[in-house]
């Protein structure tokens, strides 16, 4: 079974400042992928990065980034610059990858984080 | 333009009714899933389709439905059976696959969602 952990129900930060919200994983595949979604208040989720478990690099989108630490079992998404349209509340995610596994395709969710931009 | 649409945005059921909700993509996408979504929470998956005329259940199948019957279209019924329907519900596409040995991230692609109140 997969779990994923998103200890800060809220988080504050100041324009321009960088961000970091926590994500902390659990799994018994071998092979998974980790993402990351923002979710406007409008409701859309919108895709942000994706790490694989395999990636010897961790993966930066623009602003984003995710801080991948396999043996703490930790995918930690840093906005830099951060910008107000950046409200909004974000999804750590994980995806089985091994074929045949029971989690294979399915994204397991965590409770989100919400983060607020001030100007 | 490629996406997914679900519709209505709003529904409204009566106790005691089924509904269906629509999810179509034009994506070409093999995978659809449907997500429920309670409020501060993160998304919960219903159902999922890996190919068509084929599903399986997800953690909160109960008092839910779905078919496959066409690669574009993934429809979820949400019966009277389902004691607590009143939710957002996403759907969601992927490509799906692997590619080249290493897990393609394929990430799943998500719809605007319905809100659903049960009166």
């Known amino acids: 079974a997969q779990k994923i952990t998103q200890t800060q129900p809220g988080m504050f930060v100041q324009e321009k400042e960088a961000v970091t919200l926590d994500c902390t994983y659990d799994?018994?595949?071998?092979?998974?992928?980790l993402f990351w979604y923002k979710q406007p208040s409008s409701g859309e989720m919108i895709f942000l990065i994706y790490q694989g478990s395999y990636d010897q690099q961790n993966a930066t989108e623009g602003r984003y980034s995710l801080n991948f630490q396999k043996a703490r079992k930790s995918a930690n998404l840093v906005i830099s610059a951060s910008q107000l349209g950046d409200s909004a509340m974000y999804f750590c995610?994980?995806?089985?990858?091994?074929?045949?596994?029971?989690?294979?395709?399915?994204?397991?969710f965590g409770q989100g984080t919400i983060l607020t931009v001030h100007p | 333009d490629g996406g997914i649409t679900q519709s209505p945005k709003y529904l409204f059921r009566k106790e005691g009714q089924n509904v269906t909700l629509s999810c179509e993509q034009n994506l070409n996408h093999d995978a659809m899933y449907w997500y429920r979504q309670d409020p501060g929470q993160g998304l919960r998956l219903i159902y999922y389709?890996?190919?068509?005329?084929?599903?399986q259940k997800g953690d909160i199948a109960e008092g839910y439905s779905v078919s496959r019957e066409k690669k574009e279209s993934f429809p979820l019924t949400v019966t009277s059976a389902q004691k607590n329907p009143t939710a957002f519900y996403l759907c969601?596409?992927?490509?799906?696959?692997?590619?080249?040995?290493?897990?393609?991230?394929?990430?799943?692609?998500f719809g605007p969602g319905t809100r659903l109140t049960v009166l």
């Open positions: 389709s890996q190919i068509v005329n084929d599903f």
């Open positions: 799994t018994s595949d071998p092979s998974y992928g």
């Open positions: 969601a596409s992927r490509k799906g696959g692997l590619a080249g040995g290493n897990p393609s991230y394929n990430e799943q692609f």
């Open positions: 995610a994980m995806r089985g990858d091994n074929a045949g596994g029971t989690s294979y395709g399915k994204l397991t």
